[in-house]
T-cell receptor, first 111, second 115 residues
Framework: KNQVEQSPQSLIILEGKNCTLQ??????????LRWYKQDTGRGPVSLTI?????NTKSNGRYTATLDADTKQSSLHITASQLSDSASYIC??????????FGKGTMLLVSP | NAGVTQTPKFQVLKTGQSMTLQCAQD?????MYWYRQDPGMGLRLIYY???????DKGEVPNGYNVSRLNKREFSLRLESAAPSQTSVYFC??????????????FGQGTRLTVV
């Protein structure tokens, strides 16, 4: 069964600090991995996509990494802002149509 | 560019009532999905439609039916609502003609309470 596990479940950091969110997956066959940001009361929005051959990809203050051998991904947020407070969801695509969602990490950035 | 539009945004039902959640996308995507999101459970797939004219069950299909009315519209029906169906429902769409770039675009969600 395809599974995506995220850690930590929740995290509180001070504004301006960095943090790293983790995603472990057992999905086959692997197509790509996306990190989504979900603000409270809204639908998830894609931050970045990682394909099998990519190790690192940045989108502003967000940097995603992928280790396809260990089936692990991380999302690093640099110089956090209050607007980064949200749920971050790791989603792995299998084949052409199957999306497996993690349960998300709830991040709270405190002033 | 509206993206994915869901209606209604909020709904309260009594146990046993029926209702249909509407979803429409204007991105010409072939695949559409219905998810429910409960606290601590993440997003769980109810039904999906890989292309117009086809629908398939997801992880939690019991108590729901779907209709892919055309390429743009995918509706979710609760025939006899139960309190266990209290949740936030999200519709999403994606373009399967680009399998290595399968971004799912989500609607704003429907917050459903069954009393």
């Amino acid at each position: 069964k395809n599974q995506v596990e995220q850690s930590p479940q929740s995290l509180i950091i001070l504004e301006g600090k960095n943090c790293t969110l983790q995603c472990n997956y057992t999905v086959s066959p692997f197509s790509n991995l996306r990190w989504y940001k979900q603000d409270t009361g809204r639908g998830p929005v894609s931050l970045t996509i990682m394909t099998f051959s990519e190790n690192t990809k940045s989108n502003g203050r967000y940097t995603a990494t992928l280790d396809a051998d260990t089936k692990q991904s991380s999302l690093h947020i640099t110089a956090s802002q209050l607007s980064d407070s949200a749920s971050y969801i790791c989603v792995v695509t299998s084949g052409y149509s199957t999306l497996t969602f993690g349960k998300g990490t709830m991040l709270l950035v405190s002033p | 560019n509206a993206g994915v539009t869901q209606t209604p945004k909020f709904q309260v039902l009594k146990t046993g009532q029926s209702m249909t959640l509407q979803c429409a996308q204007d991105m010409n995507h072939n695949s559409m999905y219905w998810y429910r999101q409960d606290p601590g459970m993440g997003l769980r797939l109810i039904y999906y439609s890989a292309s117009e004219g086809t629908t398939d069950k997801g992880e939690v299909p019991n108590g729901y039916n779907v209709s892919r009315l055309n390429k743009r519209e995918f509706s979710l029906r609760l025939e006899s609502a139960a309190p266990s169906q209290t949740s936030v429902y999200f519709c999403a769409s994606s373009d399967l003609t680009r399998p290595m770039n399968t971004e799912a675009f989500f609607g704003q969600g429907t917050r459903l309470t069954v009393v």
